[in-house]
């Protein structure tokens, strides 16, 4: 039986993109092939608030009780080795009962499932059919992979869901929310703005760009992103979010980031779950 390693396994209301405001199921996989430390800092410097925890990271026991951090990434935890120990691996049996568990009526009803990470394409693509195949979840019928949109996908993976897709077999409709990092986040262009990739995950499901602003400089690099997405022939739709994952950093922008996707029209997404919840470990 395949087995994934688990970040996170949460319910809680999609607060960002094309699901904002579904009640899902967010499966926070380990690991990530970026760092993204520019997030929250002037251009050119690295955010020190993780790496300043690893000297503490053995008084952490849960990832509930890790601090949040304001710059750099906030799934830190989910990628970071010296917090690997509080990811556990799990089969796909115990990931399909702990789903059924935290679920309100038992059984898949109107919730999605979230598929994040860290990367959730990293080498995880090869245990997802057996989850999603899992009779506990033959229910679902909506499936967001939340990804950095620079990993391609297996030929078995994209076999598998290009079936759903011919046969229309499960009824099951399956997207992309790539949060393509822009250099604010510390991320080198020419490794996160990959257009091929991403026109791959438009052949077997829905896929949208998502980017993260703070200044107007991001907004001119979303624009020039966008471009190179367009011109690789990427149909789907762009938001704009504003940055902050704590209340004060996003309260700071998230006014003027709607203003500016409304002047470019292009779509504004919320982070519903920071006002909401103060973005905490399990929202
Ligand atoms: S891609 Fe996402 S999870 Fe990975 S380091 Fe960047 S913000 Fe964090």
Known sequence: MAKIKIA??????QGEGRYMGVPSVFLRTFGCNFSCRGFGMPRGEFSTEATELIQVAHMFEKYEDLPLVSTGCDSYASWMPEFKSLSPMLTTDAIADRITEIIPHSEWRDEHLVITGGEPLLGWQRAYPDLLDHPKMAGLKEITFETNGTQKLTQEFKDYLR????????????TFSVSAKLPCSGEKWEDA????VVREYE???TAYLKFVIATKQD????ERAVKEFRNAGFT??????PVG????????NNKAVALMAMAAGLRYSDRLQVPLFKNEWGT
């Open 8 to 13: 996170e396994l949460f319910y809680s209301i």
């Open 163 to 174: 079936e759903w897709q011919d046969l229309n077999r499960t009824k099951r409709e399956v």
């Open 236 to 241: 789907g739709h762009v938001y704009l979010m």
């Open 203 to 205: 052949q077997v499901g």
């Open 245 to 252: 994952g704590v209340e004060s950093v996003y309260a700071l």
């Open 219 to 222: 907004f001119e690099d979303a």
């Open 193 to 196: 703005i990959c257009p091929q």
